[in-house]
Structure formats: structure tokens, C-alpha cells
């Protein structure tokens, strides 16, 4: 109870003190601002790519293989000798299912670009895919009106497409589009679906596709140039790491490589889009701890000075406060108190001004930003540690001052 009473006397102290030297105390705090408005937006705009970031590669899913002719992650000038590689074909994809054992489903597919036109409406640039009746399971395309395509669409390579929902959006906005005949690049095909809406992943929108069998696709936009992407769905997340053994040797043996050659092929899965992800947004956190801990240093020793300077003109009121009884935990806790009110009047208008700039930034870019809770844990921790640490010097000079020497002070 008694240290409730010396704290609130100090905090009251300490209040009349900033009230005295208003500008000189807000001045103080800049540093303390800019550190901490820097620190927590970075973090608020890392917290919310983060959320970004695993929604949409959650849509590749877990128990996922992608069998490629291109890695998705190219290191250095590599891109020659992937483009050097020869093509994976549809064959491939036939006997990568045949061979595998740990494959739930696999689905060859062929993309290309071209518009999309039904009387007077276009799509421009829509990316049309030829794939099978099991990429339903693959990636999940669920149509909202209508059926996906079927094995009997891809044995007999029907005319038929699955739209996109902006697809159709634009394509009908005031009619039923099942049913109807669309022109892809020329050609006509009969629309048997429309894809529930699905979003964006990294920048590519997903609601501009169209489906095709892939034999349609082939007939009418070629294969001969193409190379095949083959996309396995694992029987279990748990299997995936055996699935990709598996799927490399398989790939191996189809391909006619020897044991020593390496492969013509790669093997792709969420992995090394998020390795990559951590090492971008891990640059971003050694910047956001960088330039706070400099902004967090200058701040300091901008509360260390001012503290300094009230120790030297208030020597006589410390003298005449250690006259009448004071100790000398009293002083050293009125200064302490005052360092960390300083401190914290610095981080309360950081993090308001870091909340409303990542909310500013989430509004106006397409940068997702997110404020978490521990934010407010994290500015007390920085009031603690810069308050005590860059106060404890003043506090100290302050408490070790000779009562007698002090209130002959002028």
C-alpha cells in the first residue's frame, strides 16, 4: 500500500514536471514516436500479408504435387536450361497415373490465353485451361450453376466449357448462361457451368478462368509447343513427402533418365512458396527492428537529456525534499516514474498514429495490414524497458545528491 502511495505521489510529481516544459517534453518523445509508429505498422503490414498469404496458399492445398517442367522458384540465370528441357506430355500424365500408388487423382492440364466472346460481349485475355474431370478434386473447382466437366466430355472431346463467375458476369449479365454457345478464340464451345467465385492468388484472378476437356483444348489451340502440367492430389497430407519420392522416380523411369543424369522435370508443392515467403518478409522484419531500434535509440537519449537537464534545475526542490525526510528510493522513483510517463506519452501516440497509417495503407493499396492484440503488450514493453533503461542515470544522479549541497544551489 505504501508503494501504491510513493508511486502515485510520483506519478503526480512527475505530471507537474511534463506540464511545466510542454514543448520541450513533446519534443522529447519524437524519437519515441517515430520508432514506435515504424516498428508496429511494419508489423501490422507483415501480421496482415501473413493472413493473405496463408488464405490463398491454403487454395494449393496440403497433399498437393505438381509435376512441371519449370521450378516455381528459379535461383540465378537458370531459366535457359529449364527452357531447354523437353516438353512433359499428356502420355506422362497418363502413366504417372497408371504407376502411382499413393495418387488419389491426377489431372494433366494445358493453359493458354485467348478472349472469350458471346454476341456483342468480350473477355479479353481470360486463361483457358484443358484439363480433365478429376482437376474437381486436384483444385477444387466447384461450379456454382451447372456440372464440371465429365469423363465422357473428355473421352469424346466435347465442345463444352466451364466458365469462370466474372467470366460469365460479363459475358451474361442479364441472362442464363448455361446452355448457351460462347466463342473461345474462334471456336465454339457449349457452356455446361459456371465456378463459384474463388478470388485472387497472388494478383492472378481466378474467376477469369474457363475449362475446357483437355482434348478440346488440343484439337483447337495445339499441344505440340505445350508442355503439360501434371497436378497429383496425395491420398493423405502425411503420404506427401513418400508421394514425391514416388512421383520422382516414376517421372525418372518415364523420361529414360540414367542414374546419374539429373532431372528434366520439377516437382512443385506449397513448400517452397512459403520458404520463400519467410525470406522476404523475414528482410522486411530485420528493416522494421532496424530502424526502430535506431528511431527507440535516438528517443532514449532524448528522455536521458531531458531528464539530465530537470535533475539540474530542480536540484534545489530534490534538496529541499530530502530535508524534510525524503529518501533516497523517493527521488530515484519520482525520476523513474517521470522517464517512463515520458516514455509512454511516445508509444500511446505511436501506435495511434501506426494504426490509423497501416489502415491508411490497407485502404488506399492493395497492401493488407492487420493489428493484433499483442500490440498493446508490445508498447508496454517498450515503455518498461526505454523508460527504465535511459531513466536510471538521471534517477540515480537525481537520488545521490547531497541534501546541504543541493539547497545551496541557485
Not at 171 to 178: A, E, T
Amino acid at each position: 500500500m505504501k508503494l501504491l502511495i510513493y508511486v502515485w505521489e510520483g506519478v503526480k510529481i512527475a505530471y507537474e514536471a511534463l506540464r511545466s516544459y510542454k514543448l520541450r517534453s513533446v519534443l522529447t518523445t519524437l524519437g519515441i514516436v517515430i520508432g514506435v509508429t515504424t516498428v508496429i505498422t511494419i508489423v501490422a503490414l507483415i501480421q496482415g500479408l501473413n493472413k493473405a498469404f496463408t488464405s490463398q496458399i491454403s487454395a494449393l492445398g496440403s497433399d498437393i504435387l505438381y509435376i512441371d517442367k519449370f521450378p516455381w522458384m528459379m535461383e540465378g540465370n537458370t531459366f535457359w536450361v529449364y527452357r531447354n528441357r523437353k516438353n512433359i506430355t499428356l502420355r506422362d500424365a497418363e502413366r504417372v497415373a497408371e504407376l502411382s500408388t499413393l495418387a488419389e487423382a491426377v489431372a494433366p492440364t494445358l493453359m493458354t490465353r485467348r478472349p472469350i466472346k458471346y454476341q456483342e460481349n468480350q473477355v479479353e485475355g481470360a486463361i483457358i485451361v484443358g484439363t480433365t474431370e478429376l482437376y474437381l478434386v486436384t483444385s477444387n473447382v466447384v461450379p456454382e450453376f451447372g456440372r464440371f466437366l465429365t469423363a465422357n466430355d473428355v473421352s469424346h472431346h466435347r465442345p463444352v466449357v466451364v466458365l469462370g463467375s466474372e467470366v460469365a458476369e460479363k459475358l451474361f449479365p442479364h441472362s442464363d448462361p448455361l446452355g448457351k454457345r460462347v466463342t473461345i478464340g474462334g471456336y465454339k464451345f457449349r457452356v455446361i457451368g459456371i465456378q463459384e467465385k474463388r478470388g485472387s492468388f497472388f494478383g492472378n484472378n481466378l474467376d477469369t478462368y474457363a475449362y475446357l476437356p483437355i482434348g478440346a483444348f488440343q484439337a483447337r489451340f495445339g499441344a505440340q509447343f505445350r508442355s503439360v502440367e501434371i497436378e497429383i492430389k496425395v491420398q493423405s497430407p502425411e503420404l506427401l513427402d513418400e508421394a514425391e519420392l514416388e512421383l520422382t522416380g516414376i517421372m525418372r523411369r518415364i523420361r529414360g533418365l540414367s542414374g546419374n543424369a539429373e532431372n528434366d522435370f520439377a516437382i512443385n508443392k506449397q513448400d517452397m512458396l512459403q520458404d520463400t515467403y519467410q525470406r522476404l518478409t523475414g528482410t522486411l522484419w530485420a528493416v522494421a527492428i532496424g530502424v526502430g531500434a535506431i528511431s527507440l535509440l535516438v528517443g532514449g537519449i532524448g528522455i536521458m537529456n531531458i531528464l539530465l537537464v530537470s535533475v539540474t534545475e530542480r536540484t534545489r526542490e530534490i534538496g529541499i525534499r530530502k530535508a524534510i525526510g525524503a529518501q533516497r528510493s523517493d527521488i530515484l522513483l519520482q525520476f523513474l516514474i517521470e522517464s517512463m510517463m515520458i516514455c509512454a506519452l511516445g508509444v500511446f501516440i505511436g501506435i495511434a498514429l501506426a494504426v490509423a497509417l497501416a489502415k491508411g495503407i490497407a485502404a488506399a493499396t492493395p497492401l493488407p495490414a492487420s493489428i493484433t492484440w499483442w500490440v498493446a503488450f508490445l508498447g508496454l514493453g517498450f515503455v518498461v524497458t526505454i523508460g527504465l533503461f535511459f531513466g536510471i542515470y538521471p534517477a540515480g544522479k537525481a537520488a545521490r545528491l547531497n541534501p546541504i549541497e543541493a539547497l545551496r544551489y541557485e
